[in-house]
């Protein structure tokens, strides 16, 4: 089975740093993208940061410049590197991984459990 297993959420103050680890593990075949989403308190789950198999990575506008995704594909880890962090970017985060188990499966989503981060003086 997949597992996902988020690590580095905690609590920051404005203007800090946090960095934020996923590893994937359990049978993978190959993974196309891995990335992290978070969820605000009364908002929607919104898209941070994606990183591909190929090609560079996509931010979502409110983190351009402060965040920086990165992979490592021979642990099957990705890495969420947070400066300059801001009340607003308090949520929980999740991390995503888009793969495929075995070679004649199709790619399919899976979840890590979540890991907050609370940016407050």
């Known amino acids: 089975q997949v597992q996902l297993v988020e690590s580095g959420g905690g609590l920051v103050q404005p203007g800090g740093s946090l960095r934020l680890s996923c590893a994937a593990s359990?049978?993978?075949?190959?993974?196309?993208?891995m990335g992290w989403y978070r969820r605000a308190p009364g908002k929607q789950r919104e898209l941070v940061a994606v990183t591909f198999s190929r090609g560079l990575p996509n931010y979502v506008d409110s983190v351009k410049g402060r965040f920086t995704i990165s992979r490592d594909n021979r642990r099957n880890t990705v890495y969420l590197q947070m400066n300059s962090l801001k009340p607003e970017d308090t949520a929980v985060y999740y991390c995503?991984?888009?793969?495929?188990?075995?070679?004649?499966?199709?790619?399919?989503?899976?979840w890590g459990q979540g890991t907050q981060v609370t940016v407050s003086s």
């Open positions: 359990g049978p993978i075949f190959s993974i196309n993208t």
């Open positions: 995503n991984a888009n793969l495929r188990r075995y070679n004649y499966e199709n790619l399919n989503d899976y």
